[in-house]
Structure formats: structure tokens, C-alpha cells
């Protein structure tokens, strides 16, 4: 390029050769070598990248950025393990409102997400009306993980492991709202919009039929390690090494109950009565 040539002149050809723009570190992350970055876009089609949605907490811990039909997610040193799932929130909600324009479904899903979200046109939202949209939308998802009603078979296991990093860090729902700073709630619509986000209908449907089959399974696995437990616990507190020795102390401990029962007066007296009733008397009635 010649020299002398403006920034305006050189924006315009690194566009024409296919860069749409540039990210940089800044100042303040260039001595770490990560950190937060600064964009400069070249097309300004592609200016959308501006549409920045940031995990808030303390700071920042992360931000998605969509520009030209791609998502750019960026985690900062203070992410943490929800950082992730609440950045891709934002994904699945962009994907769904490009996929809305050439798929049927994914247009009545949105529509009904919209609705959720209490949007009637999204167009004509404000940019700060369109991020408070996109944060509901990415705590509820965050919500919706944390409840571990996986929408799929296939997704149970990692829907489990989703649940444990979201508890570990807010506990229950109560701890994501105080994290966000405004109250989260995870009604059965939205589960079902979230649901059919991740899964097809047919899936779902095998996942609610399969639900009760998982929680006795779950419940009788708990049942059985509780069980152990107080096995051990009960050996340790009578001095046996094995369930075969606590079976007999057991038994031991049984009979020598009722030897001490069957001698007490009141036993007998109770023996007595049921004898003689058992005769076609009633010795306790006049």
C-alpha cells in the first residue's frame, strides 16, 4: 500500500482482501498474554461483533461475540466452571434466531421463546433491552442445567455432571439469582422450550417415559449404600470384623431379649390373658 495512505483507505483494503477485522489483547491483559480483547472491524456488515454478552459477576468472566455467522467465546482468568455454560446460553439463543429464518420449527420454537421473554419484536429493541433479553435467557439456561432433568438418555450423564459444577458454585436457584443480581426461576414452560432446544421430540419422549425407571434405580443404589454404612457402623460399635459375626451377635442378642421379657410379670400377666382368651374367655372384660 502507498504510503501515506489513511486508516480509512486501509481498513477498506484488508475488507476487500477478506479481513473483516482484527482482536488485540488490551493494555491490560498484553503483559499476561490473555485477558480481555479489543476489536477493530473492517466491514461494517460485520459490525454485530459490538453485540457482546458478558458473564457479569465481579468483573467479567467471559463474553461471546458474534460476528459474520460465527460465535467467538473468550473466558478471562476469573471464569469459572459456569462461565462456559452460561456463554453458550448465548450461542444456542443466536443459533436458534439464525436457524428461525430457513427452518420451520426452529421459527415456532423462537416464537415461543420470545413470548417467554416477553419480546414482541426484536428488531425494535433497544441494545440494552436486546443484552437484558440475552442474560434471562443464559441464567435460565444456566437454571435449567442445574435442575439435571437431562431432555435426552444420551445426555443424562453429562447433564449430571453439569448439575454437580452449577450446585458446587451456587448451591440451588436461590444462589444463581443472588449471583446475577435479579431473581431467576425456572418455570415447566421453560423447561420444555430448553428441552426442545437440546433434544427432538422422540427423545424427550423416551426420557420422560425412562424417568421413573432412573429414580428407582438412583433411590435403590442410595438405599443400598445407606444400608452398607449402617452395617459398618453397627459392627464397629458391637467389635465385629464381618457381617457373618454381627448376624450371630444379632441373634445372640434376640434371644437373650426375650428370655428377659418372657420372666417379666407384665409378660406374663399379657401371656396369661391371651391363653385364656384363646379358650373362648376374656379375662380383661366383665
Do not use: C
Not at 460465527?70 to 476469573?78: A, D, E, K, N, V
Not at 421473554?117 to 442445567?145: G, I, N, Q, S
Not at 454381627?246 to 426375650?258: C, D, G, I, P
Amino acid at each position: 500500500m502507498a504510503s501515506g495512505s489513511s486508516d480509512k483507505e486501509a481498513s477498506l483494503a484488508l475488507n476487500k482482501a477478506g479481513i473483516k477485522g482484527i482482536k488485540y489483547l488490551d493494555g491490560n491483559s498484553r503483559f499476561a498474554g490473555e485477558g480481555s480483547y479489543n476489536y477493530v472491524v473492517f466491514d461494517d456488515e460485520a459490525i454485530e461483533v459490538l453485540n457482546t454478552y458478558y458473564q457479569q459477576q465481579e468483573g467479567p468472566h467471559g463474553q461471546v461475540a458474534f460476528s459474520d455467522g460465527q460465535s467467538i467465546i473468550s473466558l478471562f482468568q476469573s471464569a469459572d466452571r459456569s462461565t462456559l455454560l452460561h456463554e453458550m446460553g448465548h450461542v444456542f439463543f443466536e443459533n436458534l434466531r439464525q436457524m428461525a429464518g430457513t427452518n420451520e420449527k426452529a421459527s415456532a420454537d423462537l416464537q415461543e421463546f420470545y413470548d417467554w421473554l416477553e419480546v414482541e419484536d426484536w428488531d425494535a429493541l433497544a441494545p440494552e433491552e436486546r443484552t437484558e433479553a440475552h442474560e434471562k435467557f443464559a441464567r435460565t439456561f444456566e437454571a435449567y442445567l442445574m435442575n439435571g432433568e437431562a431432555p435426552s438418555v444420551g445426555l443424562k450423564r453429562v447433564f449430571a455432571t453439569f448439575r454437580k459444577w452449577l450446585v458446587d458454585l451456587y448451591r440451588n436457584i436461590r444462589g444463581l439469582s443472588s449471583d446475577a443480581g435479579q431473581e431467576i426461576t425456572l418455570s415447566d414452560d421453560a423447561k420444555d422450550l430448553f428441552a426442545r432446544l437440546l433434544a427432538t421430540d422422540e427423545e424427550i419422549e423416551q426420557a420422560r417415559a425412562l424417568a421413573g425407571y432412573h429414580t428407582a434405580v438412583d433411590a435403590t443404589a442410595e438405599s443400598l449404600v445407606k444400608h452398607a454404612e449402617a452395617d459398618d457402623t453397627a459392627k464397629a460399635k458391637v467389635g465385629v470384623s464381618s457381617k457373618a459375626e454381627l448376624r450371630e451377635r444379632r441373634k445372640a442378642l434376640t434371644k437373650q431379649v426375650r428370655e428377659e421379657l418372657e420372666q417379666s410379670p407384665g409378660y406374663r400377666a399379657l401371656f396369661a390373658m391371651q391363653k385364656a382368651k384363646d379358650k373362648g374367655g376374656d379375662q380383661g372384660q366383665r
